[in-house]
């Protein structure tokens, strides 16, 4: 699975302006809404249970935060990059600005951690952090975020 497979152009949010984790998770569940069909309150709702296990902050700024619906068709993807960085309890203690929600349908256990090792991987590579966060315009993000970490390390 690649993230072009679920990481639409209408999935990225540039310069999104929020004041709190709570409202990322608002903003990031409307927009899913909107792509899949499932209603915010549920995907808010997972969203925050899954926060209440423990922060989905990395760390570096980037927080994936994520959840499994039931009626969801396929695994879904919502990039943030945020106006201004913002509290997120992450593991090290620093504001978060980048942002993957992801989300599975319930049951899909192995696409779900699939979904999630890509970004994680993708997040790691070599200089993919910095140019997300140097560029504001919604298509260069998405090109950025759906070049395989394989391509890019290579480079």
Request: proline share 4%; aromatic share 2%; charged share 25%.
């Amino acid at each position: 699975m690649e993230l072009a497979d679920i990481l639409s152009q209408d999935s990225i949010i540039a310069c999104a302006k929020v004041a709190s984790k709570r409202q990322l998770l608002q903003l990031l569940a409307d927009r899913a809404s909107e792509l899949v069909g499932i209603d915010a309150q549920v995907i808010f709702e997972t969203l925050q249970n899954r926060e209440q296990l423990g922060s989905t902050g990395l760390g570096n700024g980037i927080a994936i935060p994520h959840g499994k619906i039931k009626g969801l068709p396929c695994v879904t993807a919502v990039f943030a990059r945020l106006a201004q960085p913002i509290d997120f309890d992450a593991v090290d203690d620093q504001p978060v600005d980048l942002v993957i929600m992801l989300l599975a349908p319930e049951g899909s256990g192995a696409d779900h951690l699939k979904a999630l090792s890509r970004v994680a991987r993708l997040l790691r590579a070599d200089g993919v952090v910095d140019r997300l966060r140097a560029t504001k315009d919604e298509t260069k993000l998405r090109d950025i975020l759906t070049t395989p970490a394989e391509a890019i390390n290579a480079a």
